[in-house]
C-alpha cells in the first residue's frame, strides 16, 4: 500500500505564496504518477496539477502561471508552488497518487489553504 502525507497549508493574504507538500510512503515503486487536487465548500472536486514520474506535468486551467508542480523522487515527494494567490483559490488540497496495482490510486487527507485579507 501506499500512503501520503500533506503538509503546508495555512492562511495566506491575496497575492501571498505557499507551498505544499506530500510525501509518500510505502509501495513507492508502484506510483506512476502524483497530483494535486483542490475542492471547495459546495463544488467538485478539480485537478489543480499532475506530474508524471518522468515529470510531464499538467495544470487545470485556473492555476496556470501560478502554480508549479514539482516532485522529488529520490524522496518521494511532490510539491506545490502556489504563486499569487486569490481567495478563489481557498480549498481543501488533496494529494493524490496513481499506482500501477490496485487499488490503483490513493488520496492523502487533505490540507486547507484559506487565501483571504
Known amino acids: 500500500q501506499v500512503q501520503l502525507v500533506e503538509s503546508g497549508g495555512g492562511l495566506v493574504q491575496p497575492g501571498g505564496s505557499l507551498r505544499l507538500s506530500c510525501a509518500a510512503s510505502?509501495?513507492?515503486?508502484?506510483?506512476?504518477?502524483m497530483g494535486w487536487y483542490r475542492q471547495a465548500p459546495g463544488k467538485q472536486r478539480e485537478l489543480v496539477a499532475s506530474?508524471?514520474?518522468?515529470?510531464?506535468?499538467n495544470y487545470g486551467d485556473s492555476v496556470k502561471g501560478r502554480f508549479t508542480i514539482s516532485r522529488d523522487n529520490a524522496r518521494n515527494t511532490v510539491f506545490l508552488q502556489m504563486n499569487s494567490l486569490k481567495p478563489e483559490d481557498t480549498a481543501a488540497y488533496f494529494c493524490?497518487?496513481?499506482?500501477?496495482?490496485?487499488?490503483?490510486?490513493?488520496w492523502g487527507q487533505g490540507t486547507l489553504v484559506t487565501v483571504s485579507s
Open positions: 493524490n497518487a496513481a499506482l500501477s496495482t490496485p487499488p490503483w490510486g490513493v
Open positions: 510505502g509501495n513507492t515503486l508502484s506510483i506512476r504518477a
Open positions: 506530474i508524471s514520474k518522468g515529470g510531464s506535468s
